[in-house]
């Protein structure tokens, strides 16, 4: 009993942070599907929620309770044991793949040797929540979600893994903690080395998460709600969790790889040092905000909360100045790297979710077949030649002696003219398969 | 300890998963614990340290693969195989084969145990990371037999694209 008790003693800080993990992450989706109401009123010009608590900050909560008093229903023909299991696998894996993930350079439950892959792999498992889902549900619009799921994932997923090749060449390691590192050594985010990368990362993963304008499994307007048609209650609530936790771990795959981590903008450059005072400032401003809006609440009660709120983001500002003045070599400041890194790292995950909704509201879903063509045609070659051209440019600038910012330009540019011969290539194609039928016409 | 809990533990998740993939009735259920044995045996690897096979597992087997079979399954009918009998009558035939090649095989290691170096995982600490060693052998020492198989692939490749061709210029011909 002791041995097992000395063996597992290593274990205990991962497992707290997979509980903290597991506590919060229902919370924090909750409060992405706040802000996506948000920003889609903001952009279409209304309010959004208003109604719980001051600006509708409760609504997910009042949403969360909502769901679990609902009925649970199982279809009569409905296969029961894996209609039960595929929303738990969507979460688990979801889940899963957080673990690889650091956020800041202390919070990590596992820095493995194959971080980025495993992280991939994990979460590309999380495809059979929805199509088994789809399938146990025994209901067409359900089985025609599933099956367009599994078609989008295994097309979209080739083109964000060589997406990913492009900048793992740049950082020469799979593990997350060493990929920000050389970022850091380099003084250069990756996004300005492989920029294309970048793009063709975005794109798929959107589709990977199922998001508009990629959204085809769950195209309200074909398929009622695609795989998760028959689900009701606290099962939808699951697949609802999964879809945000599969959206933070591609923006923290994006974050760690192209967006320099939980590095600070400018991180090696001394003149920039202001920028540490800035996550303080922010909480400050939040906090401002919310005191502003006190006087202009109804009720008491949402005075209050608004209040308490306030002092909430005063009190992470504090925590976040704390060690910026503490004496150098005390405990408070050397808790800054750890504090400051994970208020990076999540407000660039944040940032690109944002990019994510914006994107959501702005273009309208894109037709199954341009879908596919979009993907096996453009971004795959595409990401292919970009893998090819990055490599070219290490070779340039490591082995014939080039400067950086001369190779890197160059191949960018070249991969820039694939992508517009790509593209070129694609109308002609279109224009060709159209032209009959006008004639008819 | 704990690393023995867990080898036993990922071992016999992969035997009994096995023997569910050929009882199960339904198809799809057979490909669920065909995954879930495959993920077993990606433990194992985990825990001889061996990550990028475990990751190779993962994402090549587990969800690559499979995702094709569950793919193709879910759009074939089902029904005919749930009524169908699974054992026919020479099972016992096929038990008794059995039974004589587990005999052989418990027979070999009883005898070879002494004389068979097994071989021991090394510590952990004094590993390289095994995706940097995985592809300095690829490309070293296994070069040759690398670009066979890429080639093998690519010809494979091909020939799937112009047999899909094919098909659908013959469909064109007949409308």
Known sequence: ?441 | MLEQILFYFFGGLAILSAVLVVTAKNVVHSAVFLITALLATAGIFLQLHAEFLFIVQLILYAGGIMVLFVFVIMLVNLDVSLHQVQFNRQWWLGLLLALVLGAHLVIAIAVGRSGLPLGQPAPAASLEPSTQLVGRTLFTSYMVPFEIASVLLLVAMIGAVVMAKKQRREAGAKQ
């Not at chain 1, 929620?49 to 309770?65: C, K, N, S, T």
């Not at chain 1, 023909?77 to 894996?82: G, N, V």
């Not at chain 1, 025609?144 to 950082?171: D, F, H, I």
């Not at chain 1, 769950?218 to 959206?247: D, H």
Request: charged letters at 10%.
């Open chain 1, 1 to 441: 009993m002791t041995g097992l008790l000395e063996s597992a003693k290593p274990f205990l800080l991962p497992m707290l942070y997979a509980v903290v993990i597991v506590l919060v992450l229902p919370l924090v989706a909750g409060y992405i599907v706040l802000m996506e109401r948000k920003v889609m009123a903001d952009m279409q010009v209304r309010l959004g929620p208003m109604r719980v608590g001051p600006h509708g900050l409760l609504q997910p909560i009042a949403d969360a309770v909502k769901l679990l008093l609902k009925e649970d229903i199982i279809p009569d023909e409905a296969d029961k044991l894996i209609f039960w299991i595929a929303p738990v696998l969507s979460v688990t894996t979801a889940m899963l793949a957080l673990s690889a993930i650091a956020i800041g350079p202390v919070f990590q439950i596992a820095d493995l040797n194959v971080g980025l892959l495993f992280v991939l792999g994990v979460s590309a498992l999380g495809i059979y929540g929805i199509v088994l889902g789809g399938w146990a549900s025994n209901s067409h619009y359900s089985l025609l979600g599933a099956l367009r799921s599994a078609a989008q994932l295994v097309s979209y997923e080739t083109a964000a893994g060589m997406a990913l090749v492009g900048g793992l060449l740049l950082a020469g390691s799979l593990s997350t903690k060493e990929i920000v590192a050389t970022q850091a050594g380099d003084g250069v985010w990756f996004i300005f080395g492989a920029p294309v990368g970048f793009f063709i990362y975005l794109v798929a993963s959107i589709a990977e998460t199922n998001r508009a304008p990629f959204d085809l499994p769950e195209a309200e307007s074909e398929l009622v709600a695609g795989y998760m048609t028959e689900y009701s209650g606290f099962r939808w609530a699951l697949y609802f969790l999964a879809e945000y936790a599969n959206m933070i771990v591609v923006a923290a795959i994006a974050t760690t790889l192209f967006l320099g981590g939980w590095l600070r903008p400018f991180s090696s450059t001394p003149a920039f040092n202001f920028l540490d005072y800035a996550p303080a400032a922010l909480m400050l401003v939040i906090a401002a905000y919310c005191f502003w809006r006190v006087p202009k609440q109804p009720v008491q009660v949402q005075k209050g909360f608004l209040a308490v709120v306030g002092l909430l983001f005063m009190g992470l500002a504090a925590i976040l100045a704390a060690p910026l003045f503490a004496s150098a070599g005390s405990l408070v400041a050397a808790a800054k790297p750890g504090l400051h890194g994970a208020f990076w790292f999540l407000l660039k995950v944040t940032l690109y979710i944002y990019v994510f909704m914006w994107l959501r509201f702005t273009f309208p879903r894109y037709r199954f077949d341009q879908l596919m063509r979009l993907g096996w045609q453009f971004l795959i070659p595409l990401s292919i030649a970009n893998v090819m051209a990055i490599g070219i440019a290490l070779v340039l600038h490591r082995e014939s002696g080039w400067g950086r910012v001369p190779a890197f330009l160059l191949m960018n540019v070249l991969t820039l003219g694939v992508a517009a011969l790509l593209a070129s290539a694609g109308e002609k194609k279109e224009k060709a398969k159209n032209e009959p039928m006008v004639g008819e016409a």
